[in-house]
């Protein structure tokens, strides 16, 4: 067993038990009290420096002997589901629940700095701990960024990771390029003239445009797109009407793109906005559109992500490192991406054999708690591998880690 991973597994009932305590008490996005209370003092008793940034996020830093940084980012947040698993540390708070994984990847952020922290004098850089409000909802990761969580001392690299059932435990998934969509959220309101149903002569049937643009939006990923390009526009809700016999005089639609090529993300949602105004115009009535603009396109940087592959083959073995596809699934570490060099990677957390496969946002989400040692291990070598990069090289390498493993013990 590699030495890096005898070490996360000795302190592996620890953080298990900090992942059940917040797995016990959920908190959704911006919300986070008792998460952030908690990280702050855990990382306190570390003597790692915290500091809380958009209003419930929170940054340690470990000041180790180098001028680098690298940065481990773990989201925190809930999601309002009602959690139904029969286990000891299930959710105390109706109505809201980790399914997505958040209590992990926290609990493995405060293990990776527990371990760090008892090596930090042999640390050739320093570490940033970003722990993130609100992924699930409107992104903590872009006002954390804003409050200067990348700043003094600047973020070189970061990294981050998501529990996937879909690998098992001991296994590490890694995306090249381009890993999450982009998302933008639209609303289209369709205005017509009432009538009675029995005179549609006299209306300007606002349904019937709806009925029109929805199939006209389908042309945008068959004929607009390159079909080697994922593309995907939903429409997800619909509303209009008051009874079978009145023609209405509005309707509401609203709707998602998602895609992996961020060049053509304006451009494609301005293709949806002027095919819904012009439908509309060429039937009588008018549509007014509106734009959120979600998450950006994660976007892997190649050098970051070939330096934690081998950091987690040394974990694993490079039999369980595996490639994984692009999702049209959307993340907000895509915003720490766009700022500096980082790679988010997938860590295997299914287990069949204990009943543990359930996918993510499910009401029976679970983790096989043993991908946790694997978690704190992979960020481990990541970052000591990162900041001594330019030894990577040098035959004395396995040398000095093995060194500062040794000194981690004799603390």
Not at 59 to 75: E, Q
Not at 245 to 258: D, L, Q, T, W
């Amino acid at each position: 067993m590699n030495e890096i991973l005898k070490e996360a597994k000795l302190i592996e009932d620890e953080i298990i038990q900090i992942r059940r305590k917040i797995h016990r008490e959920p908190e959704l996005g911006f919300e986070e009290t008792k998460t952030s209370d908690l990280i702050s003092k855990y990382l306190n008793s570390l003597c790692i420096e915290t500091k809380i940034l958009a209003t419930t996020g929170v940054m340690g830093l470990l000041k180790g002997n180098g001028s680098k940084t690298i940065a481990i980012r773990a989201d925190m947040d809930a999601l309002p589901i009602q959690e139904e698993n029969d286990v000891p540390y299930s959710s105390v708070v109706p109505g809201k629940m980790h399914a997505c994984g958040h209590d992990v990847h926290t609990a493995i952020a405060l293990g990776a700095a527990k371990l760090l922290s008892k090596m930090k004098d042999k640390i050739n850089g320093n570490v940033k701990f970003i722990f993130q409000p609100a992924e699930e909802t409107t992104g903590g990761a872009k006002p954390m960024i804003e409050e200067g969580v990348l700043e003094n001392p600047n973020v070189d690299a970061i990294i981050g990771l998501h529990v996937d059932p879909d690998l098992n435990t001991g296994e590490i998934g890694f995306t090249n390029g381009k890993a999450y969509a982009s998302s933008d959220m639209f609303d289209i309101s369709v205005t017509g003239k009432s009538s009675h149903g029995a005179e549609p002569h006299k209306s300007v049937d606002p349904i019937v445009i709806s009925a029109n643009i929805i199939n006209a939006l389908q042309t945008v990923v068959s004929r607009n797109a390159d079909p080697l390009e994922p593309l995907v526009i939903t429409i997800g809700s619909i509303e209009g009407g008051y009874a079978r016999n009145i023609i209405a005089n509005k309707v509401h639609m609203s709707g998602i793109i998602r895609m992996l090529n961020e060049e053509k993300r304006d451009e494609t949602v301005a293709k949806v906005e002027d095919i819904a105004r012009c439908i509309a115009k060429s039937m009588g009535g008018k549509a007014e559109f509106s734009r959120i603009a979600g998450y950006p396109c994660l976007i892997n940087d190649e050098k970051i992500l070939k330096i934690l592959k081998s950091s987690a083959a040394n974990i694993v073995g490079e039999e369980n490192i595996k490639n994984v596809l692009p999702t049209l699934g959307v993340e907000d570490f895509a915003y720490f991406l766009k700022e500096v060099p980082g790679c988010f990677y997938k860590l295997g957390c299914g287990n069949k054999a204990k009943g543990i496969d359930k996918p993510i946002h499910n009401n029976m989400f679970n983790v096989d708690e043993e991908c946790i040692a694997y978690g704190i291990a992979v960020h481990v070598n990541t970052v000591i591998n990162f900041l001594n990069n330019d030894l990577r090289k040098d035959l004395r390498y396995k040398k000095i880690l093995k060194n500062m493993i040794n000194y981690s013990d004799s603390l």
